[in-house]
């Protein structure tokens, strides 16, 4: 099973050119796809409809938008458009249930720019079962609010399963229109633009602090995700999914796939393609090893 999580920046290129089929070209080839900054109905993307965009180059796939800022366009030419960007997730596989779970409470400024974020969370229905996946951005400019909004997707790696399916107590009511009620497993992967360096007290709250006794490895707790970077072979210093000089190719690594211990333990390789031009941030792949669960 291949996944990617990938910031299209709007669908915005090196060159400066919006273009939402070089997106869809540079992931074309993996099972789970996670978008973070998709516009909708935006003046500087021309007012596309990037998730339909999108979609419509995996016609075959399954695919969620969760806007995570919804407002009245100010410029769109028909008056009544909502203007939105969030997050997205495609999936060659069954996507039975969704939520768009918002980052609270939202800090704001007088004097720079701040949107509000979430966590697209999604339950797919794979050849190997159920499997949880999210895709999310954290806020870029405060490491006490990336905290804040770690706290708070740990919690929803807990509490998911407890809360159960999207709908329940839905045999034989005309309005559940025969939705099939789904157990949220507890195994999950978590996509997205973290915002956050390895090593960062962001990252040690994610995957746990170093052993003791091996500087290799971390003290994963049940609330915990592991690097799948790490895990692969790579090394927490290593990797570059923003890069900051074209001529060098250096830059940091901020993209990441956190997977539960016990899907961190079937990953088989990752890699981050730095030749895509589609956005400023580059693909970040994992490959994981089947059946997923044992």
Same mark, same amino acid.
């Given at each position: 099973? $291949?996944?990617?999580?990938?910031?299209?920046?709007?669908?915005?290129?090196?060159?400066? $050119?919006?273009?939402?089929?070089?997106?869809?070209?540079?992931?074309? #080839?993996?099972?789970?796809?996670?978008?973070?900054?998709?516009?909708?109905?935006?003046?500087?993307?021309?007012?596309?409809?990037?998730?339909?965009?999108?979609?419509? !180059?995996?016609?075959?796939?399954?695919?969620?938008?969760?806007?995570?800022?919804?407002?009245?366009?100010?410029?769109?030419?028909?008056?009544?458009?909502?203007?939105?960007?969030?997050?997205? %997730?495609?999936?060659?596989?069954?996507?039975?249930?969704?939520?768009?779970?918002?980052?609270?409470?939202?800090? !704001?400024?007088?004097?720079?720019?701040?949107?509000?974020?979430?966590?697209?969370?999604?339950? %797919?229905?794979?050849?190997?079962?159920?499997?949880?996946?999210?895709?999310?951005?954290?806020?870029?400019?405060?490491?006490?609010?990336?905290?804040?909004?770690? #706290?708070?997707?740990?919690?929803?790696?807990?509490?998911?399963?407890?809360?159960? @399916?999207?709908?329940?107590?839905?045999?034989?009511?005309?309005?559940? #229109?025969?939705?099939?009620?789904?157990?949220?497993?507890?195994?999950?992967?978590?996509?997205?633009?973290?915002?956050? $360096?390895?090593? @960062?007290?962001?990252?040690?709250?994610?995957? !746990?602090?170093?052993?003791?006794?091996?500087?290799?490895?971390?003290?994963?707790? %049940?609330?915990?995700?592991?690097?799948?970077?790490?895990?692969?072979?790579? $090394? #927490?210093?290593?990797?570059?999914?923003l890069i900051r000089d074209f001529n060098s190719g250096s830059g940091i690594r901020i993209d990441y796939v956190f997977a539960t211990a016990k899907l961190s333990k079937k990953v088989k390789r990752a890699w981050i393609d730095s030749d895509a031009i589609a956005s400023d941030h580059q693909p970040y792949w994992v490959e994981f090893d089947r059946p997923l669960f044992d």
């Open positions: 099973m $291949k996944v990617v999580s990938y910031n299209i920046q709007y669908c915005k290129g090196r060159d400066g $050119k919006i273009d939402p089929q070089r997106v869809v070209d540079s992931v074309r #080839e993996a099972d789970i796809i996670a978008f973070q900054e998709v516009d909708k109905a935006a003046a500087r993307t021309g007012f596309i409809d990037q998730p339909q965009a999108l979609g419509d !180059g995996f016609p075959e796939y399954f695919w969620v938008y969760g806007p995570t800022v919804d407002a009245l366009s100010r410029h769109h030419p028909r008056g009544n458009e909502r203007r939105q960007f969030g997050n997205m %997730i495609l999936s060659r596989w069954p996507i039975v249930q969704s939520r768009n779970l918002l980052y609270t409470p939202r800090l !704001g400024g007088a004097n720079h720019l701040s949107v509000q974020l979430g966590l697209l969370e999604t339950v %797919i229905l794979t050849p190997d079962g159920l499997l949880r996946a999210y895709t999310t951005h954290l806020h870029h400019l405060s490491p006490g609010l990336r905290l804040r909004q770690i #706290e708070q997707l740990k919690r929803h790696l807990l509490e998911a399963p407890l809360e159960g @399916s999207v709908i329940s107590g839905s045999e034989g009511q005309d309005w559940s #229109e025969g939705i099939d009620e789904y157990e949220v497993p507890f195994d999950a992967l978590f996509f997205g633009d973290f915002n956050l $360096k390895p090593g @960062s007290p962001e990252y040690e709250a994610l995957v !746990g602090t170093p052993h003791p006794h091996d500087p290799n490895s971390r003290l994963l707790t %049940i609330d915990g995700l592991a690097d799948t970077w790490v895990t692969a072979g790579n $090394k #927490e210093e290593e990797g570059v999914s």
